[in-house]
């Protein structure tokens, strides 16, 4: 889990948000309101309302609570890993938020935090355990 949250209020606008996640490096910032999670905002949510000028991602002052997905998948502190890991692959998740019971963010868990797991577990030195496919695609689609 990320242990040191970047959070931000509604009303801090996606221009500065996309320069605090350029700049502390993070894709994920969470918005919160009185101690309470209302939102995570993603890269994903700000690159989709920027334009591209003269080579620059041009970001508009909308406020990240208008920009942010009001209602992500959030766990708990005790949420199983394995159940958190299907959950976010089958969602295609890349963070997910740590409440507690008050809706109260306590952490944030990304698909790095999980990555870096196996890590510490010392699974990484073993061969990976796929059965690779490889499938050529045609430029042509059915209708």
Request: aromatic content about 4%; charged content about 25%; hydrophobic content about 45%.
């Given at each position: ?40 905002l993603s ?61 109260r963010l ?38």
């Amino acid at each position: 889990m990320t242990r040191e949250v970047i959070i931000a209020p509604p009303d801090l606008s996606l221009c500065d948000a996309w320069t605090l996640m350029c700049r502390e490096r993070f894709r994920h910032l969470p918005i919160v309101s009185n101690g309470m999670l209302v939102g995570i905002l993603s890269d994903r949510d700000i690159l989709v309302r920027s334009s591209l000028e003269g080579g620059e991602v041009s970001v508009p002052d909308t406020p990240v609570g208008a920009a942010a997905s009001p209602a992500p998948y959030v766990c708990e502190p005790h949420t199983d890993v394995c159940d958190l890991v299907r959950i976010m692959t089958e969602k295609k998740i890349d963070a997910v938020p740590v409440i507690d019971g008050a809706n109260r963010l306590v952490g944030l868990v990304t698909s790095t935090d999980l990555m870096l797991l196996l890590i510490r577990l010392d699974e990484a030195k073993i061969p990976l355990p796929f059965q690779f496919e490889l499938k050529e695609h045609s430029a042509t689609f059915a209708a």
